[in-house]
């Protein structure tokens, strides 16, 4: 009898260890459409502060284009405020290329499709919260 509870104890144990640990954070679900090719990757960016808002990224990865769109999954991000930032580096050289004005050749997009006027996209229009699994699309 009391290797039966042992084992139900170190069983109720692990149940409890599991379910705690199982969801450290939220996955972030970002769907690009109406990307002018294939060619190149996406360059898709997530920010956790109004400071490093295009500037410093939290989290980031790059995708294949398939029928002009990609879809990727941030996993284990926790519950807080955020923004997403992408662009289509159709030439693959890892960067946003612009004009000698500063204006992007390549196209971009924002979380809740914030567009600047006069510069680029504010903070303030492209965060969202994250407090759930969540699945956010930008038109490009």
């Known amino acids: 009898m009391s290797t039966l509870v042992k084992i139900a104890v ?6 409890f260890t599991i379910s705690s640990g199982a969801q450290s954070g939220y996955s972030l679900t970002v769907q690009v459409k109406d990307a002018d090719s294939n060619d190149g990757k996406m360059m898709i960016a997530v920010y956790n502060s109004e400071s490093d808002f295009l500037d410093k990224t939290y989290m980031g990865t790059q ?3 398939t ?8 996993e284990n991000i926790p519950e807080g405020i955020y923004a997403v930032s992408i662009f289509h580096d159709e030439n693959d050289n890892d960067k946003l290329d612009s004009n000698f004005i500063g204006i992007p050749k390549e196209d971009y997009g924002c979380s809740n499709d914030a567009k600047g006027f006069m510069g680029p996209p504010k903070w303030k229009d492209a965060k969202f919260e994250l407090k ?3 699945t956010i699309t930008i038109t490009l």
């Open 10 to 15: 170190i069983v109720i144990i692990n149940l």
């Open 63 to 65: 995708s294949d284009i």
């Open 67 to 74: 029928n002009n769109s990609c879809v990727v999954t941030f």
């Open 132 to 134: 759930s699994d969540k």
